[in-house]
């Protein structure tokens, strides 16, 4: 079975520090595909990056990057110089191989995120 | 007007009622989901569809029901609602890889949720 795991409940930084949301990911899959969804305050859910399990490498998109590290099954996600806009639940998702990894994502718990001005 | 579209987007009822929540989409994607998210839980798979002809049970399908009558819409009912079933829905959509879209990053579109509070 696949399994999610977003330990932090809540994280609460002041504008402009750095910031890290943890994701731990259990799956037998030796193709999956990964995922970080953004929940504002307004509740709409915002797609942010889709990672499969060949590709290691770190990605960085403007003041989001993304670390994805095979061997200690983690997904992690940094906001450098956060911002009050970045004030969100974030979850974690992860799906298997089959028909392009997006019909059963397993997701999270959610990690609250809240920028103080 | 929103690509993914949820009717209604907040609902009261007593337990026993049926409900229905709709979803449309003008994305034209093959693939529509409904999902529940509830505080501390995520979001959860209750059904799935590939196409007209094709629905899929996700986790947590018991006490729901879903219709699929067109691409564009997808249908999601409670039989009997119960107060458990008190939660945020998600209709959602993606596209198929099989039309070998070099740009489909494999995202889901969802709607803007429906409340659905059961008395």
């Known amino acids: 079975a696949q399994k999610v795991t977003q330990a932090q409940t809540e994280i609460s930084v002041v504008e402009k520090e750095d910031v890290t949301l943890d994701c731990v990911y259990e799956?037998?899959?030796?193709?999956?595909?990964l995922f970080w969804y953004k929940q504002p305050p307004s509740g709409e859910l915002v797609f942010l990056i889709r990672r499969n399990s060949f590709d290691e490498q770190n990605e960085i998109s403007g003041r989001y990057s993304w670390n994805f590290q095979k061997s200690t099954s983690s997904f992690n996600f940094t906001i450098t110089a956060s911002q009050v806009v970045d004030s969100a639940v974030y979850f974690c998702?992860?799906?298997?191989?089959?028909?392009?990894?997006?019909?059963?994502?397993?997701f999270g718990t959610g990690t609250r995120l809240t920028i103080i001005p | 007007d929103a690509d993914v579209t949820q009717t209604p987007r907040n609902r009261i009822t007593k337990t026993g009622k049926r409900i229905m929540l709709e979803c449309s989409q003008t994305?034209?994607?093959?693939?529509m989901y409904w999902y529940r998210q509830d505080p501390g839980l995520g979001l959860r798979l209750i059904y799935y569809s590939f196409d007209v002809k094709d629905i899929n049970k996700g986790e947590i399908s018991d006490g729901y029901s879903v219709s699929r009558q067109a691409q564009a819409k997808f249908s999601l009912s409670l039989e009997s609602a119960i107060p458990n079933q008190t939660a945020l829905y998600f209709c959602?959509?993606?596209?198929?890889?099989?039309?070998?879209?070099?740009?489909?990053?494999?995202?889901?579109?969802f709607g803007e949720g429906s409340r659905l509070t059961v008395l």
């Open positions: 959602a959509t993606s596209d198929s890889i099989d039309r070998g879209r070099s740009m489909n990053t494999g995202e889901l579109f």
């Open positions: 998702a992860l799906s298997d191989g089959a028909n392009f990894g997006n019909e059963k994502l397993t």
């Open positions: 994305k034209g994607h093959d693939r």
């Open positions: 799956t037998r899959d030796t193709t999956y595909y």
